[in-house]
């Protein structure tokens, strides 16, 4: 049987920077990919704190490098409609320090290129391969059994699993992590256009999240890129959508029943068929065991409307390699304490917000026209994804801060 020191199950986001980070630390590292890279992934609009850990993973020159050519579209903002109310926030004027500007990325792209760079840094990726079963994870090593494409199965042994399988969440079900979140069943039916905007006030720098006209609980992305198309999408609860309508019916009605979007969008034409995902939000009793940790979306997975997903992702990654090394070390690293509790703390900051944007509160601090600088730009830090700043009021007290703002902007509106 083969020996790894570290097995690292998927190779999106969180898979291939843990994977760069761990080469570089010089251990031998497998990560088991089922799918043939480049393959679609939705999840396009990145937050520039996830910059800090692409540049770690030894990954931004390739990053800029080849943005451009892949017409990956450099992004400083976010910008949000709700009938004719129009407001951005520019994450280059943030409360928190690092970077201020990022990309929106084809991931099919953008996760190659990772890939490709983790590879480099000596990374060894096998593709076609599907994890199937875990075993011994209370003794020193794991062994998982995979298949290739043949349907062959062999084994492989590893000190340590990571599992970065993302909405395959190989490990939770597997272990019986699994726990259902606590939001609703929402659905999301998204596709790529060619978008033939030419209305000024469109911005191609930020992302566009427009409220439905009529139901503030259903809201659209409008992800543009730089050679012309967007990547477009509605989200909602599961019963907003009409199961007798085709994806595209339910994402063009919902469109057509927002009037400025519509209008936006109205010289856009189709690159690829609209697809459907449904009750995506989960979430798991833990993040950790004997020998293996979970990264990004096989952990918690909340919502995509502030677009966290890849940040926490990365910063999953970012924040389980060095405790990975120490127990490969010999060492035994308290994962409760130094990973899943930090890890969590910024996921419940978003996990706020995303709660308060579905309930209306933070869309009236949005919509606000007399927001304060000051407080913009504590507000613009999380929507840049430094959520787990504790030096931001907002970070540190989410819930009440955001109460009390919203009270203002209601008094003063
Ligand atoms: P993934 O990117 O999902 O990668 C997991 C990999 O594991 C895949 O390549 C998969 O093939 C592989 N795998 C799965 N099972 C197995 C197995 N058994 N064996 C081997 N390999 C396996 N995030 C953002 O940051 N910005 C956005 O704008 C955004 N929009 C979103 C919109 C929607 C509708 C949804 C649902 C999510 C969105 N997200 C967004 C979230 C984003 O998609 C994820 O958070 C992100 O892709 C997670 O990265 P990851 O590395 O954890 O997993």
Redesign the pocket.
């Known amino acids: 049987m083969e020996h790894f020191d570290v097995i690292i ?7 291939s920077c843990a994977g760069a980070m761990l080469a570089q630390a010089g251990k031998r590292v497998l990560c ?4 043939h890279f480049p ?1 679609f ?7 520039p704190h996830c910059m800090e850990f692409l540049t770690a993973a030894g990954m931004t020159s390739a990053l800029q490098q080849q943005a451009e050519s892949l017409g990956f579209q450099f992004k400083n903002g976010a910008a949000f409609l709700k009938n004719d109310i129009r407001t951005a926030f520019d994450f280059t004027d943030k409360f928190s320090p690092g970077p201020g500007t990022t990309f929106q990325v084809k ?1 099919a792209a953008f ?1 190659k290129l990772l890939a490709d760079a983790a590879a480099e840094q000596g990374l060894q990726i096998r593709y076609g ?4 079963h875990c075993d011994h994870l209370q003794a020193q090593q794991a062994v998982l059994t995979v298949s290739d494409e043949n349907n062959s199965q062999y084994q492989l042994s590893a000190g340590f699993i990571l599992d ?5 969440r ?1 490990l939770p079900r597997l272990l019986d992590l699994e726990l259902p979140s606590d939001f609703p069943v929402r659905q ?1 039916c ?1 596709c790529h256009i060619r978008d033939n905007i030419s209305d000024g006030r469109f911005d191609r720098n930020k992302i566009l999240i427009t409220v439905h006209s009529s139901l503030s609980d259903v809201w659209f ?1 409008l ?1 543009p890129f730089s050679d012309g198309t967007a990547s477009l ?1 509605v ?1 909602g609860k599961q019963q907003r959508f009409d199961s007798a309508l085709s994806a595209t019916d339910n994402l063009w009605q919902h469109i057509r029943q927002t009037p400025e979007l519509a209008e936006l969008l109205a010289q856009a034409t189709p690159v690829n068929e609209v697809q459907t ?1 449904t009750g ?1 939000s989960a979430n798991v009793r833990t993040l950790h065991g004997n020998n293996f940790a979970l ?4 952990g918690e ?1 909340l919502d ?1 409307v502030f ?7 990365l910063r999953s990654a970012a924040m389980a390699v060095p405790l990975v090394l120490r127990q490969l070390n010999g060492d035994t690293p308290d994962w409760e304490a130094q990973y899943s509790k930090p890890l969590r703390k910024g996921i419940d900051t978003f996990r706020t917000f995303v709660t308060a944007w579905y309930d209306g509160r933070f869309q009236d601090v949005i919509f606000s026209e007399k927001r304060q600088a000051k407080i913009t730009a504590m507000i613009s830090a999380i929507l840049a994804g430094y959520a787990w700043d504790q030096a931001n009021p907002y970070v540190a007290e989410p819930e009440r801060r955001l109460n009390v703002l919203r009270e203002l902007c209601l008094d003063v509106d």
């Open positions: 199950i998927g190779a999106g986001p969180a898979g088991l990919e089922k799918q393959r992934s939705i999840g396009e609009s990145l937050l991931r996760d391969v599907t994890v199937q970065a399988s993302g909405f395959g190989v999301a998204f992305w992800i999408g989200v995902l995506y990264l990004g979306n096989a997975f995509p677009s966290s997903g890849v940040t926490i992702a």
